[in-house]
């Protein structure tokens, strides 16, 4: 997932038991989303993954040809099946930055799965070839995370959650945010109703430290825990028939699947350990000057906030494909993709919780060390919502040459990101398809290598997929960046007989992103930011026997 468009806080708006489920449904989506589920690997494991998909879309004669161009499948000599098994390591090098402090942390999350599992069965024919294929491979991972925290003395994620329209009856404040109707349950913001009758802003952050009372002695320790997971795969059926010699026509269908989980923790913490006066009457400062109106907390000490989507995503598209042997050495093929129409289904929430230094209803240890329960509100599982997503088409083509023991590989793919469509049956994505209609169409590319000496061979390819969003943003070391992924990869194969092959291939990809912890005013100072340099390892060691 991006990260940059803050999605998170988006959601919000949409919990259950704060506003009516469909009253701003489009909110919970943006085009992080569109994105996200319309990208994948460059190939999903197979020969092709050692060569980063280079030769994919120009007609590769492997049942994961199903992947890329189904024409490929043509090309087998003969029936053939082969499977490979998945390994990830996902590696997250996040800085967060605040006014105050930066720090650097690492983190690495892994997965074990099925790469692929395909197989394919080439009739017997007195001429041409007629070959079917069946493929049930991963098509993307999302697999990764950071925890990363530093110190904070100019602002808290508390001013974010301050109301700039509200109304008040005889009970209280009404919000027009749900998200801060939220923090006003959970205590990270209080409201004052002798401020309002006397004309004034009535709402004041849990922490404050601007704060006159403070000082400048408040320090915030700000943490950022962040993991997604989740994965998509494909089931993929189709043919490939020789319509004239060496010229190859193929089609597939394809049905996909997956889920997606997003999980946040955040947390804040008084680091200065600052406490209410002992007078109130006669304060010293510095003092932590926060009271909750009604009860007999003071004194901000802790607040925490947990958020989680939990998607789970189905599709079906069709590839048809044309691959022909140009000339004895060279191969060539041209792939077209449908729209992959996506059902999804987001089952998502937000729970805040504020502690407190004291509670003066006690009796004694008023102010105990580690502070008091305070408030919490929320729900993880409050809020779900249905809607649908219409992938853009792709077109693309490829070319493969082969001489002697070296084969050369290299493919383009062209996206129009402006035909994605968001849609359901309750809501209104207007804004949200007005700005996928400004983004970039995108030309993927791949190239490859493999040289083979004996019964070995070895392999490597470069990919790139260009971010349609086209935004720059500064990267872990400062500099400029974007968020287009590169993928790099090798492999090794080994084929001991003509019937059997293994292989071990790795391929990494490689990508910046930056998330916001919170926005506040300029005023207020700058808000914290994560930056993040992300490398997901992928290791695929498989066999593929032709009986």
Known sequence: MSFRSVRVFLLVSLLG?????????AAAQTLDDVVRYSERFPAPGGPGAGRAGAGLLSGLGAPTALFGNPAGLGWLSGSAIGGDFSVLRARSNAQLTTPDASRTVDRTVSDYSLGSLAG????????GALVLGVSLHQSNAYDRGFDVGAANRTNSITDSFLPSAFSVDEEGPLFESARSELAYESGAIDFSRTVYE???????PAASPRAPAVDGQMELEQRENLLESGQMNEFSTGAAIEVAPGVMLGGGL?????????????????ASDLLPPEDPSNPETPYDPYFLEGTSLEGFYEYRLEERIETDISGVNLRFGLSAQV?????????????TWYNLTEVFGTEMQTDFDCDFSRSGAACPVGGVDGFASGSLTGSEFEYRLRTPWRLGGGLQYTQNRLTLAG?????????ARVSADDASFTDLNRSI?????????????EYAFGPTAVRAGVAVRPDPRDESFRDVDGQSTDADRVFLSAGLRYTPDEQ??????WMQERFDDTFPSYAVDSSLGESPVVREDVARNRILVGITYRP
């Open 437 to 449: 209609r400004g983004l970039d169409a995108t030309l993927n590319y791949q190239v490859g290598a």
């Open 17 to 25: 038991g704060v506003l009516p489920l469909l009253a701003q449904p």
């Open 327 to 339: 000339t004895d050495a060279l191969r060539g093929g041209f792939l077209v993709e449908t729209p």
């Open 198 to 204: 006397e004309g004034g802003y009535p709402f004041f």
């Open 411 to 419: 493919d383009l793919e062209f996206v129009d990101w402006t035909q």
């Open 120 to 127: 394919a069965y080439s009739f017997p024919t007195a001429r």
């Open 254 to 270: 394809n049905i996909a699947f997956g889920s997606y989980t997003f999980e946040r923790f955040y947390r804040e913490r008084d």
């Open 500 to 505: 059997v092959s293994i292989y071990a291939n």
